[in-house]
């Protein structure tokens, strides 16, 4: 058989030479000193990462506004040294609170402009939940010049031009107004650009928050339009019922071009579920902002009765503690004082992810955010995961 010849290609050619390379790199690395050329912080890439995604941000409140008993705004700034990390309008921050020997983490909505972040301020408004846990005690405890954790702007529930439609039509109920006021002084000030119809629910009208500051920029900012909808009584000026399809239509733009944003209570999710598919959207233009998991999640025939035994795996070490079938497992581990790396609480982000060793769990298919890859080898998000037997998990 007579040789055969190959010829080689630019490409091989730069192989061949890159192999026959290899020894003489591999005698000016053995050359080279051990020191460290650079840290790796001073790296102006590494430099911007740390600012935008800080491990933890030390804070301190600055002002508090009472708007009544239950609802509160927090004015937090910097005890020094690093900025305030940037944001986009509609995220929220998470913060980790120890309370008695619990240790929880709650996500709250910023309400502030991305701009504050720049002069040190962000601000967040807090509504007491009925039977909540965290929400009663912050609005209890929390004090002017008292100092705080927060995480790292984190959330999906922001405009992006690229997906979006030049309009947005939001739907807020309750305090899920904060991103929107967000959205409102953003636009205002130049940081975001787009249109933002926001239809802004409540029961009277004694419960719209933040009504005249909303009201002014929508004055002096063609961009911004409010519409009231008041659910109970009736006041001139104001739209009555809920807010639904035929209410969405009323606002839209002519030339039908919209996305939908909403952001409220589970009751305003389950009509809008309802409503919206009437719109004939493409789902890419509609955004639910999550706050937790659905209460209505315990109601399931899945969930099983009584406590069952919650075997933790950390770095090695196995302990057994409790969980109750009709609370999360995060609720659990979070009552167990485990420090858990938590988020957003509503299966959205993947921080609490952990690989589920043993046991059966039920998880709501409506919050199941997994990736497939995750649902297969069998990890889970503890926080919209209730154990349905004895379980143990893996906690990274």
Known sequence: MKNKIIPITSKGKDFVNTVKMIPDRLVDVKKSSKE????????NVNRVAAALHPKEQKLVIRKIVEHSADVKSYYLTWTGGQALAYFRAGQYLSFPIKIGDSVVTRAYSLASSPAKALVGEYHIMIKRVPDGFASGYILDNWKVGDKITAYAPEGCFTYEPLRDAPTVIGVAGGSGITPFLSM????????????????????????????????????????VKVVYVLSEGKSRGFERGFIGADLIKKYA??????SIFACGPEGMYKFLGQEIPKLGLERKFVRMEMFGV??????????????????????????????NGKETILTALERAAVKVAVRCRSGECGFCRSKLVSGTVYIPES??????????????????????SDIEIKID
């Open 184 to 223: 409102a002084r953003a636009i205002d000030d130049g940081s975001e650009d787009f249109n933002l119809t926001l239809l802004y629910g409540a029961k009277t009208k004694d419960e719209l928050v933040f009504k005249d500051e909303l009201d002014a920029i929508a004055e002096r900012n063609e961009k």
């Open 36 to 43: 460290q050329a650079m840290n790796p912080e001073l790296f």
């Open 367 to 388: 919050i199941d955010r997994r990736r497939m890859a995750d649902a297969q080898f069998g990890y889970i998000h503890p926080c919209c995961t209730y154990p349905t």
């Open 253 to 258: 733009p002519e030339d039908g071009k919209y």
């Open 294 to 323: 659905s209460k209505s999640a315990v109601l399931s025939d899945a969930i099983k009765e009584g406590e069952f035994k919650m075997t933790v795996v950390y770095r090695g070490d196995k302990t057994e503690y409790v969980c």
